[in-house]
């Protein structure tokens, strides 16, 4: 099972900020996965 961190928690890791996180995804560089209300999860690995 593959973990799932936060937002907050993958720009930390990757040293951007929460807005460019939010631009890739809105690009299709960076693909997030989902909850049920709507918050994005990224894949750790």
């Known amino acids: ?20 996180l939010r631009r890739w995804g809105k690009s299709g560089m960076l693909v997030a996965q989902r909850t049920p209300k709507g918050h994005r999860r990224y894949d750790k690995y």
């Open 1 to 20: 099972m593959n973990k799932l961190i936060s937002i907050n928690e993958a720009s930390k890791q990757l040293g951007v900020s929460i807005s460019t």
